[in-house]
């Protein structure tokens, strides 16, 4: 029979590491039980989030309309539900083109020293506006819609991820396993995927989560300004705005999205700290 070493036992694993993290833990219970909503909002949503009824217009929550109607007559529940779909999949996008496209940029400054003068530069240039303006900008610009509001909010977040895959970048790239795998005539295209950016992620990863909330954020000011998707598309920041000439007289048209945000938003956080805390090898020795 197998032995295990005390020293292998002694040591958790990153999967029990992570669900060890009480952080980690509530975020990804916060974050699955929206996305779970979001994914079943078809099955579980009482009404159609698009078709109103006037002779039920404006009607608080009741047990036929848990979260109440708006002006139009239309289910609340309903709508936050679609629109928590909605929402996440943009964020979603935003979060993934802003991976590669941070990973991209971020890796040819970081490890090749000649661009990374221009290539920073340019990122400057865009890190010079509050991610938000550039953001409305580019929207005002592409006009609304959902492809062009993944497009602006991308736009927006990429720099600020193609400067921490730099950073992390340009310090592996001076570690002793880098110069030995270049002593032993390893290709650039090798070193950078298999040396550099496999032990460069870990800033990455924790990233994604925080631009995944702020791309919930931020989805939702562009649909209340009115440069997101159009009408009637039920987004959170869409229903806030159907909401805010009857945020006395019918608050719940604009409590229920504002719940939907806090509640994903702080997921998202706690699950970027727990995360944080297991993939910093300093806390990952602590918890040996």
Request: hydrophobic content about 70%.
């Given at each position: 029979m197998a032995s295990i070493s005390p020293v292998s036992a002694g040591r958790p694993t990153?999967?029990?590491?992570?669900?060890?993290?009480?952080?980690?833990?509530?975020?990804?219970?916060?974050v699955g039980t929206v996305a779970l909503l979001a994914l079943l909002a078809g099955v579980i949503a009482p009404f159609d989030p698009l078709k109103g009824n006037f002779r039920a217009r404006m009607v608080a929550p009741n047990a036929i309309n848990w979260m109440g109607t708006d002006h139009f007559g239309r289910d609340i529940l309903s709508r936050v539900l679609f629109g928590a779909r909605i929402s996440l999949q943009i964020a979603l996008m935003v979060a993934l083109i802003t991976a590669v496209a941070g990973v991209l940029i971020g890796a040819t400054a970081g490890y090749f020293r000649r661009t990374d003068g221009p290539i920073m530069r340019l990122m400057d240039?865009?890190?010079?506006?509050?991610?938000?303006?550039?953001?409305?900008?580019?929207?005002a610009v592409l006009g609304a819609s959902v492809l062009n509001v993944i497009i602006a909010l991308s736009i927006a977040a990429t720099p600020h991820t193609a400067r921490?895959?730099?950073?992390?970048v340009m310090v592996v790239r001076e570690m002793e396993y880098v110069e030995a795998a270049r002593a032993l005539g390893a290709g650039h295209a090798r070193i950078l995927l298999r040396h550099v950016l496999?032990?460069?992620?870990?800033?990455?990863v924790v990233r994604m989560t925080y631009v995944f909330a702020v791309a919930i954020l931020n989805e939702a000011v562009l649909s209340f300004i009115g440069v997101g998707p159009p009408p009637p598309t039920p987004t959170f920041g869409a229903i806030i705005a159907n909401g805010r000439d009857f945020i006395i007289a019918a608050p719940w048209i604009t409590v229920a999205p504002g719940l939907a945000i806090l509640v994903s938003v702080l997921g998202l956080n706690l699950l970027g700290d727990g995360l944080r805390d297991v993939l910093d090898p300093r806390m990952a020795v602590a918890t040996r």
């Open positions: 990153f999967v029990r590491r992570l669900f060890a993290n009480r952080s980690f833990t509530i975020g990804l219970a916060l240039a865009f890190m010079a506006f509050p991610s938000i303006i550039l953001a409305i900008a580019i929207s921490i895959v730099r950073a992390s496999a032990n460069a992620m870990a800033p990455l």
